[in-house]
């Protein structure tokens, strides 16, 4: 698996910090990790821990009280915690986003430590890597050269396009692995907008969605698995599902992004500043999700999608309530950054909170989960050989 670049951290130094400025202040100019010290959150001269104890305390209450139920019996060791855990994680959960190019070299994406835009060798590789640990559904990503986006986006229905011809690499390697496409306009036109932007600035409902269905029928036709609508475009859905029907794609599934955030997570990677809250949703709203995703329910989805995952928990929970669809969430890359940084400066244990965030989305009530640990917590996983467990 691919990793950091250790050696650009060789021969930093240790910084005491005992002024109450901000320490962690970190500019792109200057693209460097200091390592940080414990006294940033205990003063220099606080006095050590005290010692654990080398024998029992003695008895300080002469009569226990009477308590009618005592939960912390069922936590008393390591196979009762395991039995009694309601939710469990497993490499089946988990869907692998890959970063696909025309390129023939594998090139490091800045702000996603440890993630690449993949070459078609680096891909299949990567794809190995994953199928070993048991993760077997991926989704592809393109990176649209520049020269053939237009505004219309036609570049995204050529069956020779990028995300075609890997879709048929990958069945003719892997012809049980499950690819998830994704059906969207902004990488495909100079705008980066999710739809066709007339003069005065509007987004083009409509008629981006007379072009979106070009593509999913490119992408099933190729051999895609599950077609992801994922531009928050009103009617998508059900023209989608029309439009492979008459092709007779009828087994092709659709994981409608039906709530999708209008997220500042999302523009770190994407190094775009624009306005898509004409079609993403209000963070602050969870009516409006609703209503989006009841949408697509009797459009004729097939999953329900949450993004980005860990802020919208209660969105999750929301809808696992409200459908007997199957929902799925997608940790997106400033989540996955977030750890990532936190993790590289020894600020959080990176393992135990990568897997307890992903037991947390699986907990809120996903059932699948977009994740770009999914090779890593995979790993995880098969080493241990059994379900994670936490508070051992």
Known sequence: MKGFEHKSYVGLKTTLYNARANPLRITEVACQVKMIDSTIIRPVNAPQAHPLPTKPASPVIDQPLQLSRRPRRNRSSPAQRAAFQETNLSPANLIYPLFIHEGDVDIPIQAMP??????????????ARARDVGVNSIKLYPKVPDALKSPTGEEAFNENGLVPRTVRLLKDRFPDLVIY????????????????????GVILNDETIYQLCKQAVCQARAGADVVCTSEMLDGRVGAVRAALDA??????????????YASSLYGRFRKVQLDKKTYQINPANSREALIEARE????GADILMVKPALPSLDIIRLLKNQTLLPIG????SGEYSMIKAAGY????DEKKVMMESLICIRRAGADLIIT???????AVLCGESRPVTFNR
């Open 181 to 200: 496409t994704d059906v969207n306009f902004d990488e495909y036109s100079p705008s980066g907008h999710g739809g066709i932007v007339r003069e005065d």
């Open 296 to 299: 697509d329910e009797a459009e």
């Open 114 to 127: 440890g993630r690449y835009m993949l070459s078609k060798h680096g891909l299949v590789e990567e794809v």
């Open 247 to 260: 092709e007779d794609f009828q087994h092709v599934s659709i994981m409608s992004y039906s709530v999708k």
């Open 345 to 348: 400066l020894n600020m959080i």
């Open 329 to 332: 969430a997608v940790q997106v």
């Open 372 to 378: 770009y640990f999914a090779l890593q917590a995979a």
